[in-house]
């Protein structure tokens, strides 16, 4: 596989847009974006960077939903050899200004505002300063490294630029492409494309570090197992800040010659009018997703026939219940995570229903999975349970965090994942759960710790511990315990209220328990799993 893939992902754009330069890459409301449109766009806003000083190496956030402004601003962002930074939408102050400072990040590419969420009010809390006129370059102390900010709107920023002025400034002189050219002929495919933040054990967020090689050839083999073709149009619901947003289906779409159905921000309605209006083919998503689809009271309203290939995460008999009701086809289980550039084991679509929803295939060329024992590290036997461990096509290690990569990638190169599963007879991977104290909050990893430790910060609170119950839409939700300093008190609202706007939605504690000790083991460690049990109890006497 590696010497199918000799270009950077840029180049490989390029070569597959003169390829389908008349297909639809892109369709966004009435908009059908040809191939041939969306590359020069990207080839714009790319030359535009340049202008502004943003160079090879450079890490540029983006901060925006799933509009083609986001697709244009990647593809230029990675023709430059900077590295793209993609932000949650749901990310407010206190979780933006984290990864804008622990990213290194020179410039952030913003929309205004969507829906009812300004997000210039949002950047306003980290930059007060930005408030005024339009000016060249933007600079702050706080963070030293940032220098431009972008804005998709009619508002101004301090210090910062328009989206159209980026995309203006490619259109300066011939030079500006040939800067261009000369540049992106210079990124080679084990530079790093990507910094994907994702919550893990450890109380902050990581950066893992993907390369153009591995996001084009998790792309590659993704299209291979699914069959893809240039004919397929997918539903671009899963959110671009996600690998399965800007790998599984930006750029698995893009290398394939596949149109986009963009979504701009999941609403399960939504989805179904654009796959019914665009015949869409190809749906790709989280257990959530197709839960909230399913239980929608106008599910039967909308024809989605023409879905044809997809996957999902989830148990077995969930998986069957989407094949079943939406009536794809060619559905499957799929295992992966961002440290692997999103998937490193799927079924192939012509492998029966059973192997399909039951296992998650056998792991990508290149890539090797092993079970071992968490305790002693000894290789598991087939079919015994064990940690499941990924080597071949993995991060490069987490930005600016060594200690971190050393504990997750041992010295055979082997990620060690975290997640509990199996190898059947066949080679086949199924996953059965997670040994990290990590929530899973509608499809969003949330780090327990990383919020326990925000909580801390309200000065009412002496400690905080986090566990994850269950949801019917979300999977799970976030249930705090609260330890209160003496002689204070506090309401669960005020609680949820310190948290609004600091952290992301899924982030904040739905539900707030004050205690006054925490049940402890005998070497003084907190039992989570007692609080787990007050916790399931509270919400079973609440619900009865």
């Known amino acids: 596989m590696r010497e199918e893939i000799r270009n950077n992902l840029g180049t490989l754009i390029d070569d597959r847009s003169k390829e389908y330069m008349n297909n639809v890459a892109i369709i966004f409301h009435e908009k059908r974006i040809t191939y041939q449109s969306m590359l020069y766009e990207a080839n714009l806003f790319g030359a535009g960077l340049i202008e502004i000083g943003v160079k090879k190496g450079d890490k540029v956030a983006i901060w925006m939903n799933n509009i083609p402004e986001w697709i244009y601003s990647m593809l230029g962002i990675l023709k430059v050899g900077a590295i793209l930074v993609p932000i949650n939408t749901h990310l407010r102050s206190h ?15 913003m929309e205004e505002q969507f829906k009812n969420i300004n997000y210039v009010d949002i950047l306003k809390q980290i930059f007060p300063e930005i408030k005024g006129d339009t000016a060249a370059f933007f600079r702050s102390e706080k963070l030293p490294n940032f220098k431009n900010i972008i804005l998709l709107g009619k508002g101004d920023i301090k210090g910062g630029f328009s989206y159209e002025s980026i995309r203006n400034l490619g259109l300066k002189d ?64 899963m959110p671009f800040y996600h690998v399965g947003g800007a790998v599984n289906t930006i750029m698995l779409s893009l290398l394939h010659g596949m149109s986009i159905a963009l979504v701009e921000s999941f609403d399960p309605e939504i989805v179904m009018k654009i796959i019914q209006q665009h015949k869409c083919t190809v749906m790709l998503g989280i257990a ?56 490193t084991a799927l079924p192939n679509f012509d492998e029966d229903l059973e192997t399909r ?37 993995i991060t490069r290690g987490y930005y600016k965090k ?38 899973r909050v509608g499809g969003e990893n949330v780090s327990p710790l990383e919020v326990e430790e ?8 002496h400690e905080a511990q986090v566990i994850g119950v269950p949801h ?3 999977g799970e939700v976030c249930y705090a315990f609260i330890r209160l300093k003496d002689g204070y008190k506090c309401t669960s609202e005020e609680i949820i209220a310190f948290c609004k706007g600091q952290i992301a939605s899924f982030k904040i504690p739905r539900y707030v328990h004050f205690i006054n000790e925490f049940p402890m083991t005998g070497s003084g460690k907190i039992q989570k799993f007692k609080l787990k049990d007050i916790a399931e109890k509270r919400l079973e006497n609440s619900n009865g």
């Not at 979780?95 to 590419?109: A, C, F, P, Q």
């Open 288 to 343: 959530s997703m197709f839960t909230m689809m399913m239980n929608h009271k106008n599910f039967k309203k909308y024809d989605l026939s023409t879905l044809t290939k997809g996957w999902s995460t989830g148990l077995k008999e969930f998986l069957k219940t989407v094949y079943n009701t939406i009536g794809i086809d060619n559905f499957t289980s799929v295992y992966g995570l961002s440290e692997v550039a999103g998937i």
């Open 454 to 461: 925000f909580l801390c910060k309200y000065d009412k609170i």
């Open 174 to 237: 011939e030079k500006t492409f040939n800067r261009l050219k000369n540049v992106q002929q210079s990124i080679d495919v084990d530079d790093i494309a990507y910094i994907q933040y994702t919550s893990g054990t450890t109380s902050l967020p990581k950066g893992a570090m993907l390369s153009h090689f591995s996001v084009a050839q998790e792309a590659s083999i993704v299209g291979d197992r699914m069959d893809i073709t240039k004919d397929d149009t997918i539903i671009g619901m």
């Open 472 to 474: 019917e839409k979300l």
């Open 402 to 439: 060594p200690d971190e990569t050393t504990k997750a990638i041992d010295s055979e190169g082997y990620l060690h994942t975290g997640d509990k599963g199996m190898l059947n007879d066949n080679g086949y991977l199924i996953y059965t759960g997670r040994l990290k104290d990590m929530l």
């Open 95 to 109: 979780d933006l200004e984290y990864i804008l400072n622990d990213s290194d990040s020179s410039t952030l590419i």
């Open 357 to 393: 929803t039951g296992t998650m295939g056998k792991p990508f060329p290149g890539n090797d999975i092993k079970i071992i024992d968490p305790e002693s590290g000894r290789t598991q036997p087939t079919n015994q349970e064990g940690e499941i461990l990924v080597r071949g096509n």
